[in-house]
């Protein structure tokens, strides 16, 4: 009865105890979400463009990151390094196209997948090798001073980090919706071949779509290397995104952002509240069986779209 | 010349059927055989048997049971480590509590504990397709390391976090534990995996093995000549859990004797999968030279530079194994998804027309 | 057959069609707004060959699929060796005793010929996974038992020299017949067959309907067929139904069907001299 007391009672009577600091916990959470978001979006990119599930979005993220940090260790500065670093990102998805995507072009999706483990573990090795494996700093001059609001602690810093997200969102999903470019791309997500025979150039738009997946990688490393400091585990962060995907629909950017907010804030409210409970840590894998919930009710995501199969 | 089968008619299906029908690959596999139970042990040195052979054999098994459900079925799950967990965990509370079961059996509970929680994962998610699989089975991974390390239960309380193999005997040679010799570990390994080996050989080619490959290959047909999706795919899940189950009771007990949760982190679901894919997927021979040749990378590369009279520092050659496995990854994939298994084959069909060309 | 003994052939055709095996009421199937087929009924009796005919979107491949249970009508039902269901299972379907080809070849890529048939065993081997793991026993019998049913199958479909090549290696033609194998390993009551002589040259199509025909004359199975091939279709089916934009406009033997003006508007055309 006690335990049951514990887990179901228990920590919403504190979290009604104390609403401000509750309302610090969701909003910290929020921010996270934010910040998972940036990366899922990544992912979607990819997958609604070229229907391949990119499980190296998060080692781009690394890399994107290292790259801009290393530069900027050297004495570049800032807005040279960042456009080498776009510049560099794009570079890579040229490669990526003409190395791997090309070869693979009608392979199932679970070859195109582990393919992309491939490239995972080559950009974390690659990047290490080059730029080293210590914690990098990074600091682009975005503002982290903390300020009082309502009650609640919170910082700048994770202010931007929202702000940026949205207007990420926004402009992706009106190049989606509203650009040529971005009707090509949906149409090649739909089906290569068809594609193709509209004379919509498969290489060119692959390349446009990695590369842009690769900027947005570059902003969330960014991000979170401001936050934390650019190292190893970022790519580790990349796997939390899949659960964002789960949630928000594999294919939908708004479904992204949904995503992302929801699982930032059940994580932060489940390590802060049940966490004691269990030693912590929680947070390891509380999104992952979040997701594991939702596919069980309805795994196509929020904003998902249902597949329909024909024989 | 050597390897002509000319001469060698089947005349009932039985033998048409047998996992080695050519006759030159019977006497192969029987001096390998030999090889493995008599020389290898009398030959090599106890660090080579400890630190090449016995992780060998473990992770083969492992990336058998990894290859019976994502190269045979289909499925890709990225929980291995954690399976392991399972299997390493509930063979250590097992032979705690009973202190007089035989090993053996504590092994085979333990696979089937890790079959157990393998189903419990995969009842939600493979009722859908795709990559979902592969979430949930990150979910387990997250999960059940985050559970052996934070439960105290399972390591029965002891401060370190670490649980450690007692010592047990079998036919009166110390099998765990301290007094253990490497010789009688790595027998009693091999014995296994070359048991469970042959079990996997057998599902492969009957009915079971025959309805994984079919809702690998199209799952939807298969539906409709009457497999039923979700218990093929959950049987495979099932089996495959089991074997990683019983690699992981292995890995405590006969190999490393004391273990942490870090031992069965993702990065050794990474491993095993990397070594089903360049070992070949379908193919349990596949996932000997897979184990094999990812094994063996880490020790080339302590190795070789030291020969060439150069030096790497330690970290750089875990990032250079990391690059090389990322490349390989991507190599075999495309240029030959089937692996080294497949390398092999075509060496054997080359064989079998030499010295004509074709 | 036809222009001997009319006599003898009447009681031929009685002698061989039996009562009704599959009845189809009323169906109705829908795509989120798009209506695959609109009131469908038909009833195809044992023994017999029918034949589904119609243009390209007529809905003939969705009336197998909803056959199989693959898709689930909105409405109607189906009526399957006398028991009722407003949708078919899958499974229930294949244990019941009905097999398909498809139009695009749905083989198994990765097995081979042999293998590929075998799989049409599934449903009928029933030992249990121990006796498997260890291959002994029973395991071992039904494994041989049904290897031997399997070659007979190769045997009758001649295709003994490609039983152990992986099936994605062969030629289309063949492919075909290979799943026409894995179908008839099932021994069905009712065979459903999507357009099987599709991209077949002459003599392909010549042995794929004599194959037909003989299933359905030796052991008496069912036969639903999709095909445009006319000739093919006024040859060997006793009974046609033809669709046309998810509605059947008729219903009859080959030489009434061909003669309905509804069908030859629809599909059939007239020859122009």
């Known amino acids: ?311 | ?358 | 057959m036809t222009d001997t003994a009319t006599a003898e052939t009447t009681t031929l055709d009685t002698r061989r069609i039996g009562d009704t095996l599959l009845k189809i009421d009323d169906i109705s199937l829908s795509f989120g707004g798009v209506k695959a087929i609109t009131g469908v009924s038909l009833e195809i009796r044992e023994h017999e060959i029918c034949a589904i005919i119609g243009p390209n979107g007529a809905g003939k491949t969705s009336m197998l699929n909803v056959v199989n249970g693959f898709y689930h009508p909105q409405q109607g039902t189906i009526t399957f060796k006398g028991e009722v269901r407003s949708q078919m299972k899958p499974h229930l379907a294949a244990a019941g005793g009905i097999a398909r080809t498809f139009q695009n070849v749905a083989l198994f890529r990765g097995m081979s010929t042999l293998d590929n048939i075998m799989t049409g065993r599934n449903l009928r081997m029933k030992s249990n996974f121990l006796m498997q793991a260890l291959h002994i026993g029973p395991a071992r019998k039904e494994e041989l038992e049904h290897r031997h049913f399997v070659e007979g199958i190769i045997d009758f479909l001649e295709i003994e020299a490609i039983r152990k090549i992986p099936v994605g290696r062969l030629p289309y033609g063949l492919q075909k017949r290979v799943e026409l194998g894995r179908a008839l390993a099932a021994e069905p009551d009712l065979l459903l067959l999507d357009e099987p002589m599709a991209g077949m040259n002459v003599e392909e199509k010549e042995d794929m309907c004599r194959f037909i025909l003989d299933v359905n004359d030796e052991f008496g199975t069912t036969i639903a067929l999709i095909e445009h091939d006319m000739g093919v279709v006024m040859d060997i089916s006793d009974h046609v139904v033809v669709l046309d934009h998810g509605e059947k406009i008729a219903d009859g033997t080959p030489d009434v069907v061909r003669a309905d003006q509804n069908v030859i508007d629809a599909y059939l055309g007239v020859a122009h001299d």
């Open chain 2, 1 to 358: 010349m050597l390897y002509r089968e000319a001469g060698q008619f089947k005349s009932n299906y039985a033998s048409d059927q047998a996992i080695f029908p050519i006759a030159q690959d019977r006497w192969f596999m029987a001096v390998a055989l030999l090889v493995a139970f008599v020389v290898i042990p009398t030959v090599f040195d106890e660090y080579m048997l400890q630190a090449v052979m016995i992780p060998f054999l473990i992770f083969a098994l492992a990336t058998i049971g990894l290859n019976l459900l994502l190269g045979y079925c289909g499925q890709l799950s990225l929980g291995t480590g954690g399976f392991m967990a399972v299997g390493g965990y509930s063979a250590y509370k097992f032979a705690i509590a009973f202190p007089e079961m035989n090993m053996i059996v504590v092994f085979a509970l333990s696979g089937l504990c890790a079959a157990f929680v393998g189903i419990m994962f995969g009842v939600p998610s493979l009722r859908i397709k795709g990559f979902y699989l592969a979430v949930a089975t990150l979910a387990a991974q997250f999960f059940l390391q985050w559970l052996f390390n934070k439960v105290a239960w399972f390591y029965n309380y002891n401060s370190s976090g670490t649980i450690t193999a007692p010592p047990r005997e079998m036919f009166g040679y110390m099998i765990t534990g301290p007094e253990a010799t490497a010789e009688v570990r790595y027998i009693l390994t091999l014995s296994i995996v070359v048991v469970m080996a042959l079990v996997a050989k057998n599902l492969v080619r009957g009915h079971i093995g025959r309805s994984w490959m079919a809702i690998r290959d199209m799952d939807i047909a298969a539906e409709i000549i009457g497999i039923r999706p979700m218990q093929t795919k959950l049987s495979a899940f099932a089996i495959s859990s089991f074997y990683c189950g019983v690699a992981g009771a292995l890995m405590v007990f006969t190999w490393l004797g004391s273990v942490e949760t870090e031992a069965f982190s993702i990065n050794e679901s990474f491993q095993v999968l990397f070594m089903v894919i360049i070992g070949g997927l379908g193919s349990i021979l596949g996932s000997f030279l897979g184990a094999a040749f990812i094994t063996s990378v880490p020790i080339l590369l302590t190795n070789l530079p030291q020969a060439f009279g150069l030096e790497m520092a330690i970290d750089l050659q875990k990032h250079f194994e990391v690059m090389i496995f990322g490349s390989l990854i991507i190599f075999f994939l495309i240029v030959e998804p089937l692996g080294f298994a497949r390398l092999w084959q075509i060496t054997k069909e080359k064989l079998r027309l030499w010295p004509f060309p074709y």
């Open chain 1, 1 to 311: 009865m006690d335990v049951l007391l514990t887990i179901f009672v228990d920590p919403f009577l504190d979290m009604f105890s104390d609403p401000v600091f509750f309302m610090e916990v969701v909003v910290t959470g929020l921010l996270t979400g934010v910040m998972y978001s940036l990366v899922a979006l990544g992912f979607v990119l990819i997958f609604k463009a070229s229907g391949v599930f990119n499980f190296a979005q998060g080692a781009m993220v690394l890399f994107a990151a290292l790259t801009l940090v290393g530069l900027m260790e050297r004495g570049v500065p800032v807005w040279v390094a960042l456009i080498i670093t776009a510049g560099v990102m794009t570079i890579l998805a040229v490669l990526i196209e003409r190395l791997v995507l090309r070869p693979l072009v009608n392979q199932p999706d679970i070859i195109l997948f582990m393919a992309t483990i491939g490239i995972t573990f080559f950009l974390e090795g690659f990047g290490e090798t080059v730029w080293g494996s210590d914690i990098h700093p990074l600091d682009v001059g975005i503002p982290a001073e903390s300020f009082d609001f309502a009650g609640m602690l919170l910082n700048e810093f994770d202010v931007y980090a929202a702000i940026i997200g949205a207007v990420m969102v926004a402009t992706l999903a009106i190049f989606f919706q509203k650009t040529a470019i971005g009707r090509a791309l949906r149409a090649v997500a739909d089906d290569h071949q068809a594609a193709l025979s509209v004379g919509i150039p498969l290489k060119t738009i692959w390349i446009v779509v990695w590369s842009v997946a690769g900027f947005v990688g570059l902003v969330a490393g960014i991000m979170w290397g401001s936050k934390s400091g650019v190292q190893f585990s970022l790519s580790l962060i990349a796997l939390k995104a899949l659960p964002v995907l789960i949630l928000g629909g594999f294919t939908s950017i708004p479904g992204a952002i949904v995503g992302g907010l929801i699982i930032g804030v059940g994580e932060k409210i489940a390590e802060i509240y049940w966490g004691p409970l269990v030693g912590g840590a929680i947070e390891n894998w509380f999104a992952f069986m979040l997701a594991l919930v939702f596919l069980l009710f309805r795994p196509q995501g929020l904003f998902g779209e249902k597949i329909i199969e024909r024989v």
